[in-house]
């Protein structure tokens, strides 16, 4: 009774604490004040150990300030290691080449370069370590060339200011308050499969629509959440971690949901069609139903999944010559509905692994599934990294051509701020509008280090009043930090505060200087702007495009590739594009149905492709019937790559329905099952309209 009792006030507890953040910002109030702890921590120490620009260590604690602890630690260790790298690649480029300036501005470049195409073609976390190992040598590198003897002394004076902010950030973010991404993690777990379940259920009642359909293509942008957060889970600060391998296994089952669950809802719709839908189909469909919607018990779950798995293998049909067309989608759908019930009943089973207090598997089940391998494939677009890698190298080789000619003695700083500019914001579609609002951020913060350097700070003598002068800035910096949305004008304004404000090791009111440095990072962004709309704007609707291309020129070249198909890999690869494409086709005020409609149906056919390919290895007789189909396939997605326009012919439509006669008339009882399952799949996802064989038309 004691411990029900605790559980229900520590319950009480966390919903008092949510209603207070719903209605006073409790949450962001609190980040900001770390934030401010970490960064008075951060100039403390920098004053202490002697550090002469101490507004490193500051501005750092806020650009690897997160919500979550592990997202703080995580990002923590990335740019510690990133700042080292890049402070060592200038210690060697710097003496060796200050005396040719423009091989030292090309060598800067190129590895900043380097360094951005690996991290764009990363796209995980971790590529904050590429990113910082770029810039970091552009920082430290162009302002040394005026002072090359001097540069392992002030890469190592950067270094250390870096690595003190990042030591303070850490301690702060992760010893107070700390908001954990396990907590995080399991919260977006249980939302998803909540989700999902529903999803599931509707799409086995009829009761698809818009706004179905919508939320359902949401699934691909939670499955990559979920693959963000993991990669902070070994930093975390939770007492019990999930096992990294358990969250891979639970993205892999989560991944197949949202293409079964698609496939079920067209073969109801086909077997409507076609003479109505069976009383013990859908008996069995509604009992799926009334599954999804109950919460069970482990050993419960598994035993209701087990006795609707063997329902839906009892109610499939034999298949034999001549092929029954309905017979054939009941077979479709019912092997499409045992596995999505599977698939559900693993994802749950592995949501429970996640929140065992041990290592040992919960169910039988979930030990096989954790056996397996998994990894997660990302889509990755070459060309378009190349491109933004030779925008970034373009716009700093002119801006450094810009300050050989002027002698602008700021102008290396200038540059380095074009080229991060560049780094960070590039890979965007249309880049100028963000470094824009990035660049509105900075001025005002500019003005106000202005107001601060030479109206309050000759005025105060101690550290302490110091500081609380500039809480109130450093504190609203920190809130709106916390918020997605203004982020990039609360970095803009804090860097552009702290850069100039005078956080150095000695108060000098040196007017000059301050109205350089602020000019630089002005005219440093602003260049940015004119390089980016010059070289890496390319719009929403080409990036849509190159994903949709993306996707058929996979499956042109795995169609009938000899090599073993990774059908989950494929699920995860085109989840990830759909993830990017919803968001670009919504940019463009346009209905996405279609397009993600269609980039849907292209999963579906990579997964029949897959399944066909494992049968026609598996029973090497099969091949001589299947491998036409799978050229077929293959050289009509070339088409579709060269002319995008293009629809199958009639012709991959006959020699489909020709795979399905022969596939029915084998003597193997395995090939004609799972080669009617793909076939069919197959024929439904390309040709839609063409309900019975032999027939192209509705």
């Known amino acids: 009774m004691t411990a029900v009792a605790a559980q229900g006030g520590q319950a009480g507890l966390r919903e008092t604490i949510r209603s207070l953040d719903a209605r006073f910002g409790l949450f962001a109030a609190l980040f900001s004040l770390k934030c401010f702890a970490a960064a008075v921590l951060a100039y403390y120490v920098a004053l202490r150990i002697g550090l002469t620009r101490p507004y490193w260590a500051v501005a750092t ?14 990002k923590a260790v990335f740019r510690g290691v990133g700042t080292i790298v890049g402070g060592g690649v200038a210690i060697l480029l710097v003496p060796a080449l200050v005396n040719s300036p423009e091989l030292l501005s090309l060598a800067l470049a190129l590895w900043l370069g380097l360094c951005l195409y690996v991290s764009l073609l990363d796209r995980t976390p971790r590529a904050y370590v590429f990113l910082l190992a770029g810039y970091t040598a552009s920082i430290i590198g162009f302002p040394s060339v005026t002072a090359p003897g001097a540069i392992f002394d002030t890469a190592s004076a950067r270094m250390q200011e870096i690595m003190l902010g990042i030591l303070c950030a850490s301690l702060i973010h992760g010893v107070i308050f700390p908001r954990t991404v396990v907590e995080q993690l399991l919260k977006r777990i249980d939302s998803i499969l909540d989700d999902a379940e529903r999803w599931s259920r509707d799409s086995l009642s009829h009761a698809a629509g818009p706004a179905l359909d919508r939320d359902r293509r949401r699934l691909a942008l939670d499955i990559g959440d979920l693959h963000q957060l993991s990669i902070h889970l070994p930093f975390d600060m939770a007492r019990l971690l999930p096992r990294i391998r358990t969250v891979r296994a639970f993205q892999d089952q989560l991944s197949m949901l949202l293409p079964l669950a698609s496939a079920i809802e067209d073969r109801l719709n086909v077997l409507a069609a076609t003479g109505g839908i069976p009383r013990d189909v859908q008996a069995l469909v509604e009992g799926v139903r009334d599954w999804l919607g109950r919460s069970l018990p482990i050993a419960d779950r598994g035993e209701a999944a087990a006795r609707l798995i063997a329902r ?10 001549p092929l029954d067309y309905r017979a054939a989608v009941r077979l479709n759908l019912l092997g499409r509905v045992a596995d999505l019930v599977a698939a559900h009943r ?8 996640m929140r065992s207090v041990g290592p040992a598997p919960v169910t039988p089940n979930v030990a096989g599934l954790l056996a397996l391998p998994h990894r997660r494939p990302l889509h990755r677009d070459h060309g378009m990294a190349l491109r933004t890698t030779a925008g970034t190298i373009a716009t700093v080789l002119l801006g450094c051509a810009f300050w050989i000619v002027t002698g602008w003695k700021d102008g290396g700083g200038a540059v380095a701020i074009a080229g991060i500019c560049c780094a960070l914001f ?4 249309d880049p100028a509008p963000v470094i824009k609002t990035f660049l509105i951020g900075t001025v005002i913060g500019i003005v106000l280090a202005g107001f601060y350097a030479f109206v309050l700070f000759p005025q105060i003598t101690a550290f302490p009043v110091l500081m609380l002068s500039m809480a109130p800035v450093l504190f609203i910096g920190g809130a709106i930090l916390a918020n997605p949305r203004p982020t990039l004008i609360a970095i803009g304004f804090l860097l552009g505060f ?4 005078g956080l150095n090791d000695r108060y000098a009111a040196d007017f000059p200087s301050f109205v350089n440095g602020g000019i630089a990072q002005i005219v440093g ?3 940015a702007v004119l390089c980016v709309q010059l070289f890496l704007t390319i719009g929403v609707g080409e990036s849509a495009r190159r994903l949709m291309r993306a996707g058929w020129r996979d499956l042109a070249e795995r169609a009938n590739s000899p090599q073993k198909p990774d059908i989950v890999g494929w699920i995860s690869r085109m989840l990830d594009r759909i993830g990017l494409l919803a968001p670009r086709l ?4 346009e209905d996405p149905g279609r397009p993600l409609f269609d980039a849907l149906a292209d999963l579906r056919v990579g997964v029949s492709v897959g399944e066909l390919r494992v049968l026609r290895a598996a029973t090497p007789s099969f091949a001589p019937i299947i491998t036409p189909v799978l050229r077929g396939v293959g050289d009509y997605f070339r088409r579709r790559v060269a002319r995008e326009e293009e629809v199958p012919g009639a012709d991959l439509l006959a020699t489909i329905d020709e795979a399905l006669a022969a596939t029915v008339a084998s003597a193997e009882a395995e090939v004609r099952r799972n080669g009617t399952l793909a076939l069919i799949s197959l024929r439904r996802n390309l040709f839609p309209d063409a309900l019975l064989i032999g027939r192209t038309g509705a």
């Open 312 to 321: 839906a293998q009892a109610l499939e049909p034999a298949i034999a010559a």
């Open 498 to 501: 702290l850069n100039v404000v």
């Open 346 to 353: 693993d994802c749950r089973d592995l949501s429970d692994q």
């Open 586 to 589: 919504a940019a463009r005020r």
């Open 61 to 74: 604690t806020y650009i690897v300030a997160q919500p979550l602890a592990g997202a703080v630690l995580s």
């Open 426 to 429: 590039g890979s965007v579609d």
């Open 525 to 527: 962004t602003s260049f």
